[in-house]
């Protein structure tokens, strides 16, 4: 008996142990009943969890929540809502678009799990309680997979349970060749033929290359993951070796959990020293080592030099672009600058750096804000 069979068994004995009898006969006897109008047919739940009401609406009580590829019975149809019966003979309602009528458990393949000791879940979410645990390589009888690819659903002498997609591979566990993300993202799928995006991973991250083919290569991350990106965007060359102590040139929320523009971030005084790891291939996002934790930074606000002062660092722009009275899309236009235009960096929000023009021939500066992609 495998351990994942066990802490199955177990939490079945300990889930009865601790629901009274009574309760469950109770939940059995709600006040819907089968009548001669129904006509039993087989069915399949084909959604994530199906939610069954003890009245055709979703403001009625909920009866039973029945996960991806369980079967049902189906008594009839109406208006949108399926009668249904479920295998702990809970009569009720649900949506009769998330029943199918084919069979989902027909995959009956084996597969190998890639990550160390992942969990197994009740249900196809990770918000649903944890059955268990499966054991790097350990050998894994698949049934199902939910529509979108996410989620497999597994079976062991009869009992079932749900794991993320990735956690799995047809192939055991190989050791590969090191590899790492040399542009600033690179999507990954669960299938190379499928829209199948599961995550992103990012500049200067580390990946293990399992092969490639046809211009897309098989990665598992640095977490076990197992998927499929564009091999042009990544290295074997490892670009976190730069190693190079600086210092961040102004004050702003500009300290990335990675390098996009929804990412978390967190604010950062100017003069912090950090360690520069890697640059990305268009020279704009840095990786860097602060406080033993590893962020990305828009590269223009570094600088192996402390400012002090008026001592502010001398930016250009990369191209024509504008500078504005304020961050916003609507904020007013106060001056158009050429392709390789002098600023001087003056501070930082969010995407956008505050920067100030060279004097005119009066002596006058300019000062505003202007999107960070724009300098350099």
Not at 21 to 34: E, F, Q, R, T
Not at 286 to 297: G, I, M, S, W
Not at 330 to 339: Q, Y
Request: overall charge neutral; glycine content about 6%.
């Amino acid at each position: 008996m495998t351990k994942l069979r066990r802490a199955l068994c177990a939490l079945l004995v300990v889930a009865l142990w601790l629901v009274p009898l009574d309760a469950l006969a109770m939940n059995k006897s709600k006040g819907n009943k089968i009548t001669k109008d129904d006509t039993p047919t087989s069915a399949w739940v084909y959604t994530y969890v199906l939610t069954v009401y003890d009245k055709p609406t979703k403001d009625s009580e909920v009866l039973e929540e029945v996960p991806f590829a369980k079967s049902i019975v189906k008594l009839k149809e109406s208006k949108g809502w399926a009668k249904v019966m479920t295998t702990n003979d809970v009569i009720g309602f649900c949506n009769a678009k998330q029943l199918t009528e084919d069979d989902p458990n027909t995959l009956d393949t084996h597969m190998y799990c890639s990550r160390k000791h992942p969990e197994v879940y009740l249900r196809p979410s990770s918000d649903a309680p944890v059955m268990g645990h499966v054991d790097r390589n350990e050998k894994v009888h698949v049934v199902a997979m939910t529509p979108l690819g996410d989620w497999l659903r597994i079976e062991e002498n009869g009992y079932y349970c749900y794991i993320p997609r990735p956690c799995l591979d047809y192939e055991k566990y190989a050791d590969g060749e090191l590899a790492w993300v040399s542009r600033e993202s690179v999507e990954v799928y669960y299938d190379p033929e499928l829209d199948s995006k599961f995550g992103t991973l990012y500049f200067g991250q580390e990946v293990t290359l399992l092969h490639s083919d046809s211009g897309r290569a098989k990665i598992r991350s640095a977490t076990g993951y197992i998927g499929y990106c564009d091999r042009g965007a990544l290295t074997t060359i490892n670009p976190n070796s730069l190693d190079i102590t600086c210092y961040t040139q102004v004050s702003g929320n500009y300290l990335f959990t990675s390098p996009t523009a929804d990412a978390g971030r967190r604010n950062i005084e100017a003069n912090e020293k950090m360690v520069l790891d890697a640059v990305d291939e268009q020279r704009y996002w840095a990786r860097v080592k602060y406080q033993d934790e590893y962020y990305y930074v828009p590269f223009v606000f570094l600088d192996k030099v402390q400012r002090g002062g008026n001592d502010y660092k001398v930016v250009s722009t990369r191209e024509s672009a504008n500078i504005k009275a304020g961050t916003k899309q609507s904020s007013e236009v106060i001056a158009t600058v050429p392709k390789g235009t002098s600023l001087i960096l003056v501070g930082a929000t969010d995407q956008h750096a505050r920067v100030a023009t060279q004097p005119d021939a009066n002596g006058v500066r300019q000062m505003g804000y202007i999107e960070i992609k724009y300098i350099k």
